[in-house]
């Protein structure tokens, strides 16, 4: 699982870098991902933030266009950016379409034995990037990770926080999301991807896969939970982001504003800019619980 270094660029002072591996839980197919590393990571091992991307991206979409490296730059925090999805696996409908499959791996083990083999970015995320990133000797404290995420990889971010959580794991200390898909039961391209990925369909998704179900589940548990979306954002308007359920399970289940935090930005859509607009203040939310 060696890693190789595909380029290097120097941003605020740090370096983003791109490598390639292996993946063995991704079915042995070559991945990539980027990491950046502020400046203070040459002097000591800095804590990290997953960020985990949406439908069709790549690692590159948030380095390139997200605004976060100047802010982790400051704050002196590192970012993972994994793809979101195998490639390469030549599953026969894998790349049908854009909300499923290739580009779409909704970070999701998964159990239907069609894709059992390759799509499991799951454990891709949360156990073996950081078993690389380590063993290749990378200042990385992974006592102190926090994820984020957008649209699926909001919905990714959401379910591996509280899945720590449910778990006793705690791999995460603060979770945030743009534009999650919040309740992906019950929504179009969760029920697709999520009946297709597990065999026991959307029912055996209700466990693990799903935010709204999570937190109604969590209930009680301490949690750090910032959450924005746009009102003009047309996925939401066409209601397969639903953040007012997980919003209302959250507060029924007694989290008040300071625990979770869902803000509706009135005008922004669903695109890179909305994010780079409030990128920066998902850095500083983290840095306070990676640092403290
Ligand atoms: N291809 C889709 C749009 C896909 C899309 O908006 N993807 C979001 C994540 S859900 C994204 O970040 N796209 C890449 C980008 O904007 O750089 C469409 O035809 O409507």
Redesign the pocket.
């Not at 991307?53 to 991206?57: D, I, R």
């Given at each position: 699982m060696a890693l190789e270094k595909l380029s290097s660029n120097k941003s605020f002072e740090g370096d983003l870098i791109k490598y390639k591996f292996k993946s063995s839980a991704l079915g042995d197919l070559d991945t990539q991902f980027n990491l950046f590393l502020p400046a203070n990571a040459s002097k000591s091992k800095v804590p990290v933030l997953f960020y985990l991307?949406?439908?069709?991206?790549t690692e590159d979409?948030a380095a390139q266009?997200g605004s976060f490296l100047g802010p982790a730059a400051q704050e002196g925090v590192a970012i993972v950016f994994p793809d979101t999805s195998p490639r390469g696996a030549g599953i026969e409908g894998e790349t049908d379409v854009?909300t499923f499959g290739v580009g779409a791996g909704f970070y999701v083990d998964a159990t239907n034995p069609k894709y059992a083999k390759h799509y499991n970015m799951l454990t891709h995320v949360t156990l073996e990037l950081p078993k690389v990133i380590q063993e290749a000797g990378l200042p990385i404290d992974f006592s102190r990770q926090s994820i984020f995420g957008?649209?699926?990889g909001g919905h990714g971010a959401l379910t591996l926080y509280l899945n720590s959580l449910r778990t006793g794991k705690k791999q995460y200390r603060s979770c945030s999301a743009f534009a999650p898909v919040s309740n992906p039961i019950n929504c179009p391209w969760g029920q697709k991807a999520l009946g297709e990925f597990l065999k026991g369909g959307v029912e055996e998704a209700k466990e693990q896969y799903d935010a709204t179900e999570l937190i109604s589940q969590l209930g009680g548990k301490p949690v750090h939970i910032l959450i924005d979306y746009g009102t003009s954002d047309k996925?939401y308007q066409e209601g397969q982001l639903l953040p007012e359920n997980f919003l209302k399970a959250a507060r029924d289940v007694g989290y008040d504003e300071v625990q979770v935090r869902v803000r509706s930005q009135d005008g922004y859509d669903?695109?890179?800019y909305f994010m780079s607009t409030f990128g920066a203040d998902h850095i500083h939310f983290h840095a306070n619980f990676l640092k403290a």
């Open positions: 991307s949406g439908l069709t991206c979409n266009k854009w957008h649209s699926m996925f669903h695109s890179y």
